[in-house]
């Protein structure tokens, strides 16, 4: 079964705002990995944050991550109508190899208007 | 550096034929995996290597082969094509000793069964 769920579907903001995007996990992950996918492309990483870290910058970047709750979220500020894509939450079972064996969530559906 | 190239871009297929999608990398990535796209479901996993001579399955492996002969190439077979096996196909791969396994994905190969 699918390890990350992602809230909301779907995100329609105006260019200049923020966007955030949450993801829910159920079993202990070794990181938590978020892509961004552009219609018709394939994904690409964005940012990794570990077990052990808490919060992690990158440019207009933010993500959050809470073990006791098994959740992360997103947050993209200052968003442009570039931004638009889906953006697609990856973990990594804390209890496999050291290699990239990820499982996806369905993915938020970004929709940024100029 | 071409990255993850993943021939053909577009198929379409009868019930029960049988095909090949082509996957190479070129970043001499030990990791390499196939994963399928449908809406709705994100992506799901369907068989994966972590070197040449080396492969197992994923979340969805019913109906697909693969195998690894070189660290370069992972062709991932359709053994009798259904319509059930429309989808889009994302061939992706990272490296196992270094790094924290982020997957470097192919532009895709969208598949039709008739």
């Known amino acids: 079964s699918q390890q990350g769920e992602e809230d909301p579907q779907a995100l329609s903001i105006q260019e200049g705002e923020n966007a955030t995007m949450n993801c829910s996990y159920k079993?202990?992950?070794?990181?938590l990995q978020w892509y961004r996918q552009n219609s018709g492309r394939g994904l690409v990483h964005l940012i990794l944050?570990?077990?052990?870290?808490r919060e992690k910058h990158s440019g207009r970047l933010r993500v959050t991550l809470d073990t006791s709750k098994k959740s992360s979220s997103l947050l993209i500020t200052a968003s442009r109508a570039a931004d638009t894509a889906s953006y697609f939450c990856?973990?990594?079972?804390?209890?496999?190899?050291?290699?990239?064996?990820?499982?996806f969530g369905q993915g938020t559906i970004l929709t940024v208007h100029p | 550096n071409a990255g993850v190239t993943q021939t053909p871009k577009f198929q379409v297929l009868k019930t029960g034929q049988s095909m090949t999608l082509q996957c190479a990398q070129d970043m001499n990535h030990e990791y390499m995996s196939w994963y399928r796209q449908d809406p709705g479901m994100g992506l799901r996993l369907i068989h994966y290597s972590v070197g040449a001579g080396i492969t197992d399955q994923g979340e969805v492996p019913n109906g697909y082969n693969v195998s690894r002969s070189t660290t370069e190439d992972f062709p991932l077979r359709l053994l009798s094509a259904a319509p059930s096996q429309t989808s889009v196909y994302f061939c992706?791969?990272?490296?196992?000793?270094?790094?924290?396994?982020?997957?470097?994905f192919g532009e895709g190969s969208r598949l039709t069964v008739l």
């Open positions: 944050i570990r077990s052990n870290e």
């Open positions: 990856a973990t990594r079972y804390a209890g496999g190899t050291s290699y990239g064996k990820l499982t």
């Open positions: 079993t202990s992950i070794n990181n």
């Open positions: 992706a791969s990272s490296y196992v000793r270094k790094g924290t396994g982020e997957l470097f």
